[in-house]
């Protein structure tokens, strides 16, 4: 790609940024499309939030997204926010607008795009969400917004899954969230769900480990989900294979946060054969 007087600059802001697959979405997705836009990685030290989003302003930056550990302190750096982004209280993507920037969380939207691609239906689901970090909360919610009709939020540290329960339910008016101990998985009646492993653990190249070690267990899920996706194939996403189930990786879902991004930053709908056509090059 030439890089000339006119090209527009977005980039992610965080730190550590360096092995951030983002560039190599948006490079392909600009490459794709025909944009004149480059990506590029910007390391904001904690504290330099504020200034570094005005400076991106100033320097008519065409979009920015956020990671960790910047989700949640960049709101105080915006002129507006997307209202599912404000009640899940983190943002990971910067769009342009009159005096400054206005705040969205794509990683939600990517989610929701990958179980719509999968053909898993969230309205009237029934899903078992593992771990109460940031991105079991994003996840609550969009699973909340989307029409599930019960959600059980399974944490090691319960009083995490109690307040993410508590935050959800008061914001959708209802009781669908259900916070338990991890430890007591096996008081979850039924079958049949959506599970979705949010948890760090499994998350290193050729780690074995699982949050929850009993094959009974995996016998609820109709489908699984982790959020990993590096190993590509999580023990996790072995053990619901082994059940006859289908399970997917992360990399989806990071893939469509990122097309997302792109659509807001360049007003534009990126096709699935589009979408595809990136997808193989991340995967390699
Ligand atoms: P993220 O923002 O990606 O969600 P996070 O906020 O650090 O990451 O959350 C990590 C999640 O993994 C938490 O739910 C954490 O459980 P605790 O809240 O009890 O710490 C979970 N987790 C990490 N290591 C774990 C382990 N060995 N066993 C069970 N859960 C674990």
């Given at each position: 790609m030439d890089i000339k007087g006119t090209t527009r600059v977005c980039g992610l802001i965080g730190n550590p940024v360096g092995h951030s697959v983002s560039p190599a979405i948006h490079n392909n997705l600009a490459r794709l499309t025909g944009k004149d836009m480059v990506y590029t990685t910007f390391k904001v030290e904690k504290g330099d939030v504020e200034a570094a989003v005005r400076g991106a302003y100033s320097l008519n930056i065409l979009g920015l997204n956020v990671t960790v550990p910047h989700k949640s302190e960049v709101i105080d750096s915006l002129v507006d926010i997307d209202p599912l982004a404000k009640a899940i209280g983190a943002v990971n993507t910067l769009v342009r607008a009159d005096g400054g920037f206005k705040g969205y969380n794509t990683d939600i939207l990517g989610l929701a795009r990958e179980l719509e691609d999968e053909g898993?239906?969230?309205?009237?689901s029934k899903v078992i969400i593992l771990g109460a970090g940031g991105a079991a909360r994003a996840i609550t919610f969009l699973c909340s917004s989307k029409g599930a009709k019960k959600i059980y939020l399974l944490n090691r540290s319960v009083d995490k899954a109690q307040d993410i329960a508590h935050a959800v339910n008061t914001h959708f008016n209802n009781e669908k969230v259900i916070p338990m101990?991890?430890?007591?998985?096996?008081?979850?009646?039924?079958d049949d769900y959506i599970v979705i492993q949010t948890t760090s653990v499994g998350l290193h190249p050729n780690d074995t480990a699982v949050?929850?070690?009993?094959e009974s267990f995996y016998k609820k899920a109709a489908v699984g989900v982790d959020?990993?996706?590096?190993?590509?194939?999580?023990m996790f996403m072995k053990l619901i294979k082994a059940q006859g189930k289908k399970a997917y990786n992360g990399l989806k879902m990071l893939l469509y946060q990122g097309v997302s991004a792109y659509e807001l930053w360049n007003d534009c709908k990126i096709s699935k054969k589009e979408a595809d056509e990136v997808y193989k090059c991340l995967e390699k």
């Open positions: 898993i239906e969230l309205a009237d101990n991890i430890a007591d998985y096996a008081d979850i009646p039924g949050v929850i070690d009993d959020i990993i996706y590096n190993p590509a194939e999580t």
